[in-house]
């Protein structure tokens, strides 16, 4: 089948490159002409495990191709997948001027029947939209085309993106009727062999689903982060509550890890969103609301442990810092919480030595040359001259290090663990005072 991706994103590009692998001849089109040419150069934009022998390998099959040119890609496919980003306006509710722009541009250059796919996750009634911008535009074209608009929005995880679209839990599928059905179906049906994991419903239903299970997901976090805090209070082992209550089927072990509170590009914007949309319809989220609170108020609790160790005035020290990118095996560091962890330590005059496996790159590119900022080379390196260490994201390479090494590398003998990486007993024996999350300092 012919299929246009517009957005060349960590959603656009996984998307194409997994179709483009069971056969589909597909186009991307993005507005970002320095990622086109980067791509077009065989240099892959994101880090994400698996992609670029994926993108390699089908570009050079011709089944995969990159333009800027919006006419073009909408002559190609007779499937228009949309899937720009959709980043919190000022008052927190989703920015559709992606989307609707890309409507727009469909509607502009089409001269034969077209089904759009919705892919980027949008507020309720954003479809009903979309298909109002592409009939304007016709309308005032003066042509009177056929076309379809679909919802079917992603529940990829970054770090895992690749695996997510190859063998999807669900795909789900809302339309306004029957019509686009059968072509939907023909562009999934390589993903959807063992058993049937298309779920149709209308197109409202469709973009709540999105909405809500990214809130649901969300929180589960913050209702164990909540449990953490309790538990220090009340001298109990989070962990250990953890495995006592994820062995509960009904509560799964699955996002039920305490930590340094949530990041990434969707769980702060989509609670966000879900939040405005409420009050836009009179409804008041409590829920929702305490989800986000606890959240934000998580973010701060490694440079709190920090501060209840060395005091509030860190000038002169030095701190070791694990891990940047809002979690493993990704180089994205939107609203990842070593951001916050990072600026609190400048803030309180503290210098900074970080590393991290995949994002330093794009920390360079956001916090310039700073003198109180060294990106190291590797974990150890970040160690030297630091007078403590802070873990915050749980790279499989942080989780056995020497800790005889770590001592000895460390001024102060103290490890802050935003992760729940270690057994406490173990750093204790070895010298090392350990703060973790929920594990009763
Ligand atoms: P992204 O910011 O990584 O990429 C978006 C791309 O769209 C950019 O390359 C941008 O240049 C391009 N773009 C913007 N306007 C355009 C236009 N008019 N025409 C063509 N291209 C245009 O975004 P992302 O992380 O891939 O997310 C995309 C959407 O998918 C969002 O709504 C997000 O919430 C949703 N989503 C993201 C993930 C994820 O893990 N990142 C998972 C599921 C859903
Ligand atoms: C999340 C969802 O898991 C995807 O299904 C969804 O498609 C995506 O958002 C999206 O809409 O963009 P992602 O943000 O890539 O995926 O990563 P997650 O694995 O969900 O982690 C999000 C954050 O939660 C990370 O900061 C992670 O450290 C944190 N987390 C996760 C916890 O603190 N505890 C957990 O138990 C799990």
Redesign the pocket.
Known sequence: MKVTV????????VQAAVLAEVGHEVVC????AE?VEKLNQGIIP?YEPGLTPLVTNNFQAGRLRFTTD?AFGVEHGLIQFI?????PDEDGS?DLQ??L??AK?IATHMNSPKVVID????PVGTADKVKQQISTVLTERAVDIPFDVVSN??????GA?VADCMRPDRIIIGTYNEQPIDVVRELYEPFNRNHDKMIFMDVRSAELT?YAANCMLATKISFMNEMANLAELLGADIEAVRKGIGSDPRIGYHFIYPGCGYG???FP??VQALIRTSAQNGYTPKILQAVEAVNNKQKYKLPTLVKKHFGDDLTGKTFAVWGLSFKPNTD?MREASSRVLIEELWAAGAKVHAYDPQAMEETQRIYGVRSDFVLCGTKEAALQEADALIICTEWQQFKAPDFDFLKQQLKTPVVFDGRNLFDPERLKQKGLQYYAIGRGQ
């Open positions: 517009f957005g060349i994103g960590y959603v656009g590009l089109v993005d507005i970002n990622r994101i919006a899937a720009v980003g959709t980043p989703a992606y989307v722009a890309v541009t892919k980027s996750t949008v929005p992603e529940f990829l995880k970054e993106a999105k990434g590009s969707c914007k989509d994205d």
